[in-house]
C-alpha cells in the first residue's frame, strides 16, 4: 500500500509541477488532460485550491478507447455564486453518450470522445449561466 501511496503522490507532483502550461482556458472554466486516471479528481482538488484560478471550476479529463472520463472540482465561493457542477454534468454527459453527477462542489462523468468539442462549449454555457444567477 505504501509503495502505491508512493506512485500516486508523484504522479501528481508530476502533473502539477507541469499544470499551468497544460491548462486551457475556457469563458468559465479551466480544463487539463491526465495519462493516469486515478489521479485527476485529487489533481482537480489540489489545482483549484492552489495553482490555478479559484475564480473558475476545474475540469481534469481523461481518455481511453472510445470515451472521455472527468472530474471536476469548484470551491465554496462558487457554490455560493450558484455553481451546481452535479447537475451540469448529469445533463451535459447525458446529452454526449455518458453519465455523470456527484455533489455541487465536486462531480464526476464521462462521454463519448467524439463529442468532447460540442461537450466544452455546453458546459462553459451551463456554468456561466449558473455563475450569473448571483453576480452582482
Request: charged share 25%.
Amino acid at each position: 500500500a505504501k509503495n502505491y501511496t508512493n506512485v500516486l503522490l508523484n504522479d501528481l507532483i508530476k502533473l502539477l509541477r507541469n499544470i499551468n502550461e497544460t491548462i486551457n482556458v475556457e469563458n468559465s472554466f479551466q480544463y487539463f488532460f491526465t495519462d493516469d486516471s486515478k489521479i485527476k479528481g485529487l489533481a482537480c482538488g489540489f489545482s483549484i485550491d492552489w495553482y490555478l484560478n479559484p475564480k473558475k471550476p476545474v475540469f481534469a479529463f481523461y481518455k481511453d478507447d472510445d470515451l472521455i472520463h472527468l472530474s471536476a472540482r469548484g470551491n465554496l465561493a462558487l457554490v455560493k455564486k450558484g455553481l451546481n457542477l452535479s447537475l451540469c454534468l448529469n445533463k451535459v454527459c447525458k446529452k454526449f453518450g455518458g453519465s455523470g453527477g456527484g455533489h455541487a462542489i465536486a462531480a464526476g462523468g464521462r462521454l463519448k470522445k467524439k463529442y468532447f468539442e460540442e461537450f466544452l462549449i455546453n458546459v462553459d454555457n451551463i456554468v456561466l449561466s449558473q455563475l450569473s444567477k448571483f453576480s452582482y
